[in-house]
């Protein structure tokens, strides 16, 4: 699967990172977003959804699992498993039915999910780095989206390997 990595210096280039994610996003997607409690995962969900026009608050979903956004474009599902302890859980909750819709679904803690989630088609790993710095490795399936990603992301980031 191709990768691409790359330095978030601070909060501000996570939501930079996202915004160009967006520009590429299409209904039906899944992004999975994996890494450290405090990594960015939540930061880089508020600055895609923001990129896709969302005006409000975006909540963490930790506590209610899900929260939806019904943007003009598509429906954004964003996911916060990490209180599920059993993938059946996820069964009760309607997961699957979420996935297989038209909406875009960003989760985090996919982990979480064991082997409930279908391929997904951009996976991002966080490391954490020195002080405010993030290390991201984002893993595509698509060898077009990747194309894509790496040349807009490039424009952006210096660091971009
Ligand atoms: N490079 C960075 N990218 C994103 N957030 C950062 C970065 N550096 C510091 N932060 C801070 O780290 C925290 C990340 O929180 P959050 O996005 O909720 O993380 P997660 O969802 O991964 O647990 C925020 O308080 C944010 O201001
Ligand atoms: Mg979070």
Redo the contacts with the bound molecule.
Sequence with gaps: MASIRLT????A??LRCAGVLAACAQPGMLLLLE?P???????FARGFLRALGHLGQVK?PTFTVVESYYLPCFTVHHFDLYRINDPDELHYLGFDDFLAGDALCLI?WPSRAAHALPSATVAIH?QLGVG???EITLECGDENLYKTLHVELKKCFISVL
């Design positions: 978030l210096d601070d909060e280039a996570t890494g409690l405090a990594a960015g995962k939540t930061t963490s985090e966080w405010e710095s993030r």
